[in-house]
């Protein structure tokens, strides 16, 4: 996910800059990355839940597997051979998927301190 361009924010892999010069484009930036912050939110959200349906696929799967290997017999043995030509679908990337969702958390993380330090500014 590409995260859409901020007038006064950008974000480098999991860090935000912020770049302002006056009181109200800090107040304007704080919008924007509350915004941003909603945004990213939904997208964790979703993440989640692909995470937790790749779970159940990957537990299915090896309850499959596990069923299968305790089967004995000749009709089990031709199951099992048959099944080795057949190309099967590519389990999901559960690492990849819990990287995704890391990173998520870190830049919502660095949103949030961005959005403390402005306010900060703006009181002081």
């Not at 800090?26 to 939110?41: F, G, N, Q, V």
């Not at 299915?60 to 299968?68: G, I, N, P, V, W």
């Not at 690492?95 to 500014?121: A, F, M, V």
Request: charged share 40%; glycine share 4%.
């Amino acid at each position: 996910m590409q995260p859409r361009e901020m007038r006064f924010a950008r974000i480098d892999g999991t860090e935000v800059l912020v770049e302002v010069k006056s009181a109200t484009e800090a107040k304007a930036a704080i919008k924007e990355l509350r915004h941003k912050k909603k945004e990213l939110a939904l997208l964790k959200r979703r993440i989640t839940s692909q995470e937790l349906r790749a779970r159940r696929t990957v537990a299915r799967a090896e309850d499959a597997a596990r069923r299968e290997a305790r089967r004995r017999g000749l009709f089990a043995a031709l199951r099992r051979i048959s099944r080795v030509f057949i190309r099967k679908k590519a389990l999901p990337d559960l690492n990849g998927i819990r990287r995704d969702l890391e990173k998520t958390e870190e830049i919502l993380h660095n949103i949030e301190s961005c959005i403390i330090q402005l306010e900060g500014r703006l009181l002081g």
